[in-house]
């Protein structure tokens, strides 16, 4: 993914994550774990990002929500009101401070889910941990794509390698990786 695609996409989702912030955050700790996790299953990178995109988004839905309350006259100034307000404000500061912190957890775990799915549409078949260059003994993968023939004709059948770097599929006999270029095992 190039440099703009993926800023593009991890502010799309901050933005996304922050809006969703804003109504989620009163649910008690699976809100902003959901927004977060959201976040970072959108991203699908690794968990430090995505820990830092829940954490933004859950900061720019607080900072969202902090201007509605605000416009809203619930933080009046009266000497009566003002005690009241205060201690209203440091609830939700606080109640805010623990949603962004349970928002980057969750975008580590959506990042960890998101990788995990990218990773599993990789692996060919069976055990065979290709993005992880671990095979557990087994041969080198290689996918069989049957033809279907014409009435009265003859069945082919196509064999494939897949690159251990990317897991893209190459012809049976190419060298190297069509698609990243590194040498086929």
Do not use: H
Not at 17 to 38: Q, T
Not at 77 to 100: C, K, R, Y
Not at 113 to 129: C, D, E, F, H, K
């Amino acid at each position: 993914m190039t440099g703009l695609k993926k800023a593009v996409l991890n502010t799309t989702a901050v933005t996304a994550g922050g809006l969703l912030y804003v109504g989620l955050n009163w649910i008690p700790i699976i809100g902003p774990l959901a927004v977060g996790f959201l976040v970072g299953y959108t991203a699908k990178d690794d968990p430090r990002n995505g820990f830092r995109l829940g954490v933004y988004s859950a900061t720019f839905g607080a900072f969202l929500l902090a201007v509605i309350l605000g416009n809203s006259g619930l933080f009046n100034t009266t000497e009566a009101g003002t005690l009241l307000s205060m201690l209203v404000a440091w609830i939700l500061v606080m109640w805010n401070l623990a949603g962004i912190m349970l928002a980057g957890l969750g975008g580590i775990l959506g990042s960890l889910v998101g990788q995990a799915r990218t990773m599993l549409g990789m692996i060919p078949s069976g055990l065979n941990m290709i993005p992880f260059g671990i095979s557990f003994g087994m041969p080198k993968p290689r996918r069989v794509l049957k033809l279907q023939a014409p009435p009265g004709g003859e069945e082919k059948r196509i064999k494939f390698r897949i690159c251990e770097n990317c897991g893209s599929s190459n012809q049976e006999d190419s060298k190297t990786c069509e698609n990243c270029r590194k040498k086929l095992g």
